[in-house]
């Protein structure tokens, strides 16, 4: 790993833009006490919240609805959760699917009868239904059928679920849409963003995700103690926390990160940020000694949980497991009070893999709680407003100095101009096509920054004498198609991690790459990639209960692992 030199507007300086935003290490992304679902139960731990169940109207079967309150800042937030019935030929990840085993919706405040009745005739449609700006989320979820119809018979049986298939699966539903920011007619983040919950980024969203969590563990056991009131048991504490929600995530999420180019660096600077505040302590005290050996056991037990079946990222793991074992060997106590002992945890992975180090940096974060401080920064409500009075000369300088790596590609190769992005006209979620083996290339949406920067290079390059020194606002008077390109390339001069360098158009991007780095800062865990283009993953897996909120480990499940009783 390299150290980069020193930027503007006060930037991070421990790892360079050039060698950070590469696909393959922000696609090595680990969770940190940084991410977005820490931030929330942080949040609701620190201010004592409350969760009630409102409603339960469920059958035997374990189908009607129900409702959860969550009472936070005097203000009360509902999962108003509906379980349905579904055909398993009907149950489908895809967001083309039209049915789910469960629907809801968070509801700001608390619905009366007259509410969930209209929320019962519109949530299950999801998109097909009609919102109102009381409805800040909706959600979709379907059942892990192997796991959820053990659980329920081994807690009618009076047992717990087996501990592999908690290890294995580790959630009984998982969700496949989870919609906010104003989509289908329901709130517009406006209108909540001022509340101090909310403020984070997703704050609202993982709220009902956490509230889905609790509904999935009350349904199973209310089906169990039906069908066998005399043997059945609940879930134990242990598994209640270990079992989390989990979630399929595919190429809607990935165009979010190269939008919001201000909001990227946000994120990734304020991390970096982090790790910088931890590499300048040198004092090593018996209890930061503890917490890291503690830590590399927990990521140790981890890896060893965390099996998938893609190939590529199994292989990934198989390399991390050794990588780590290594580093536990050396990694005494006598190591570790040395001085320099986080700088030397450091350096000491900066020639293994990148999961290595990504999982490293994640773990020296862990150790400073004083970093919860930093998840206020995590947002980022600025604009960047376009520089018309620099001269080209100055722009193609910026060019020269920050994207040498869209530069020396040829886009003329197909390898290099194989994909573009498109939105689909029947779901209007995000696609890839083939540009040289389907139509609609003509309709590709602006995410090929990369070629379009080539573009400007080359005009730029055509310029000479006195039409160096004219301005970009006439320069772009004649070459209007290349606006967004000069604007991605003048914010990137002030905010270095804005822009993911490298080509998102060739026929080598994996953009499984930007969803695990997005999910990540969501706080997922125990990746599971179905393809190049989509991965399951587990959200709250380990995380405090609606009873455990106020506990003293609340917020320590970095890395969740699961240990049987003694």
Known sequence: MSVANASTNNTSTVIAAAEQMRLARIGSFFPTRLSFMRTLLRYLSNH?????????????????????????????????????????????????????????????????????ERLAANVPLQEGGRYNASELVLSRANKSVRFFNHTVEQLAAGKQPDHALMISIGYLMRTTAVYGNGKFGIADRAAIANRRIFQPPFQAELLAVWLIRIFTCDLVEHIACTRAPQTAVTLTARNRRFIGIGNATGLGMAPFLITHPLLLHQWVDTRNRALQQVLQQTVSTPEFCQRVQQLLLRAQLHLQQWSVADAIQQERIVVLRAEWNAIIAQVTTDW????????????????????????MIALLLETEEALNALTTEMSSERLFVMQPTMTVAQ????????????????????????????????????????????????????????????????????????????????FLLQQPQLRYAVRRVQTQAHYPYSEVQDNLIAAACRPIDLLRFKLSFFGASKFDPKSDLWTRITLFQGAPTAETLQAGDADDWWLPVYQQAE
Not at 49 to 60: D, G, L, Y
Not at 338 to 352: F, G, I, K, T
């Open 48 to 116: 004592q919240a409350q969760v009630t169940r409102q409603v339960w109207n469920i059958n035997a079967e374990g189908y009607g609805h129900a409702v959860y309150t969550v009472r936070v800042d005097e203000q009360d937030y509902s999962l108003v959760a509906f379980s349905n019935t579904l055909a398993d030929e009907q149950r489908s990840d895809r967001v083309v699917a039209e049915s789910w085993d469960s629907t809801y919706a968070l509801y700001d405040g608390i619905p009366d009868a007259a509410e969930i």
């Open 395 to 474: 722009l193609q300088q910026l060019v020269r100095d920050n994207f040498s790596w869209a530069l020396m590609l040829d886009y003329n190769d197909k390898e290099q101009s194989h994909w573009f992005w498109y939105v689909s006209a029947e779901k209007l979620e995000p696609r890839l096509g083939d540009r040289y083996q389907i139509a609609g290339s003509e309709k590709e949406q602006p995410l090929d920054i990369a070629r379009q920067v080539k573009e400007l290079s080359r005009l730029l390059s055509r310029l000479e004498g006195a039409d160096k020194q004219q301005t970009v606002a006439e």
């Open 336 to 359: 570790l009070m040395r001085p320099s002992a986080r700088q030397r945890l450091y350096q000491q992975v900066a020639q293994c893999s990148l999961e290595c180090q990504e999982l």
